[in-house]
């Protein structure tokens, strides 16, 4: 049984999958990877949390954390809950840890009162559009650091 725990973003754990995250995206999109600004304390409670699940072993092997967003320039809204960096390594997928750290970070947010989850994700990463769309959220407006990229994909579902 896998084990979810609250990580610091800058926490070795959470630095190495980020690095991994990174590689899988710099892959499937050509690119250097996500170069959407983050700092840890953007996940420090109550206005953010990072996870990480640790398989029997004690490996780190998904994460996932949401940070506040309101209204500003980049096409966010006023209690808006942003998620970044879900992933599960590779070897991990298929046993339903997305769902299980997604819902996790749905109702820390929702506990700290932000009214929306907002995420964006790019069109070569269909596994993650499915889920999205899978766990209740709708296509919405563009936003974010990729909003005037036609790669990219904004969804938002309601807390």
Request: charged share 30%; proline share 5%; glycine share 8%.
């Amino acid at each position: 049984m896998h084990v979810i725990r609250r990580i610091s973003f800058d926490h070795p754990d959470a630095v190495k999958l980020n690095d991994q995250v990174q590689a899988e995206y710099a892959v499937r999109y050509g690119d250097d990877g996500d170069a959407t600004p983050l700092a840890p304390s953007d996940f420090d409670p109550p206005n953010g949390v990072y996870l990480i699940a640790y398989d029997e072993c004690g490996s780190p092997v998904a994460t996932g954390g949401w940070r506040t967003q309101d209204t500003n320039d980049e096409g966010y809204r006023d209690g808006d809950a942003e998620l970044k960096r879900m992933y599960v390594i590779e070897q991990a997928r298929g046993n339903g840890l997305a769902r299980r750290i997604l819902a996790a970070l749905e109702e820390d947010a929702r506990a700290a009162g932000r009214l929306r989850m907002v995420l964006e994700t790019g069109d070569k990463q269909p596994e993650a559009i499915a889920l999205y769309l899978s766990s209740g959220y709708e296509p919405c407006e563009k936003f974010g650091y990729y909003r005037h990229y036609e790669s990219s994909r904004c969804y938002a579902k309601a807390l």
